[in-house]
């Protein structure tokens, strides 16, 4: 590529510049991990993704559920996320409100404070919808938007990066994602992945994929991997990260030219040889994000292999230290 052989730049739909969109529409299956997805859900397991970040684990669950039209929810889980959250929550301020406020004599309904979790909706979302009409100003639910036209009978849920979590929030889990089924402890309501009525859209139980990604910040109880399909994800080779470029700028930009190619080529390349040298220096490797954020940026700001912006664009992107002061 020339210096003046520069990439023709395009702007990208607004409603698609957000490079972390997880909305589903863009992702390269290999085929080991397309087996994975098929053995979990034969065994009927959750499938736990180890991988990088940045390598794409987080992306997996809203791809299957779109291309499947199956229903889609999902947990980012923090340092203070608990089991229960995945479940339900309990609105205990709103409920002593409500209790200062009750006339002598009146009852408090404990179903009023419950909101559903994502499980609880993956599981039955003829009952969590009623949870949460019952519940004050709960007439819907954040992913309601989404699952417009897919499959009640079947779902996909993202509990994502679990090892940010308590050590003890896994073993939390180990029963409802185990039989599929929890009691809500304030009202005694038992909950259960269940047959979806035929008013509802289905008549049988479906399927349902749990997958749920770590970044090995913490290691992951035995007890709780055991219950898992667990596969990791692999850097892909720079042929893949082209072809992964190409899924992106079709769906960014509308085309993928052969100048893009040739771009996409060689930082896919530079990419695979800088991944040892971080390694060398302590660094984590780039990872398949950072390479597409480095592309973009090539992309919009006109910059070929033989710029002199082109080093540098790839220590902005490629190389991060782990911390200020780490060398690079």
């Not at 929810?73 to 301020?93: A, I, M, N, P, S």
Request: glycine share 6%; hydrophobic share 35%; with cysteine.
């Amino acid at each position: 590529m020339s210096g003046n052989d520069t990439v023709p730049k395009r702007r990208p739909d607004p409603d698609r510049e957000a490079p972390d969109r997880r909305d589903g529409r863009v992702y390269i299956m290999q085929d080991d991990l397309d087996l994975a997805v098929d053995v979990a859900l034969a065994a009927n397991r959750p499938l736990l993704l180890r991988g990088e970040p940045g390598s794409g684990k987080s992306s997996v669950a809203a791809y299957v559920a779109r291309k499947r039209k199956w229903r889609y929810y999902e947990q980012v889980v923090t340092c203070r996320t608990e089991g229960k959250d995945l479940l339900w929550t309990y609105d205990h301020v709103r409920r002593i409100g409500d209790a200062q406020a009750l006339p002598a004599g009146g009852q408090l309904d404990n179903a009023r404070y419950v909101l559903p979790g994502p499980l609880w909706w993956a599981f039955d979302p003829v009952s969590a919808g009623r949870a949460a009409r019952r519940g004050k100003g709960a007439q819907s639910h954040p992913w309601a938007a989404a699952n417009q036209g897919r499959a009640h009978h079947s779902a996909v849920i993202l509990i994502d990066e679990i090892d940010k979590a308590d050590p003890d929030m896994p073993n939390s889990l180990l029963v409802p994602l185990g039989s599929h089924r929890f009691t809500v402890t304030e009202t005694g309501s038992r909950v259960a992945r269940n047959r979806v009525p035929k008013s509802c859209g289905g008549s049988e139980q479906g399927q349902l994929l749990i997958i749920i990604t770590t970044n090995e910040e913490r290691e992951l109880p035995q007890a709780f991997l055991r219950r898992c399909v667990v596969h990791t994800l692999r850097a892909p080779k720079p042929h893949r990260l082209v072809m992964i470029a190409e899924a992106h700028f079709l769906d960014e930009y509308g085309e993928f030219t052969d100048a893009e190619r040739e771009l996409a080529t060689q930082l896919a390349h530079t990419v695979d040889a800088r991944r040892p040298e971080a390694r060398d220096k302590g660094l984590r490797p780039p990872s398949t994000a950072e390479y597409l954020d480095a592309l973009r940026a090539c992309h919009e700001l006109d910059i070929t292999p033989d710029d002199d912006r082109w080093e540098a664009v790839q220590d902005l992107t490629l190389l991060k230290p782990q911390q200020w002061g780490d060398p690079q």
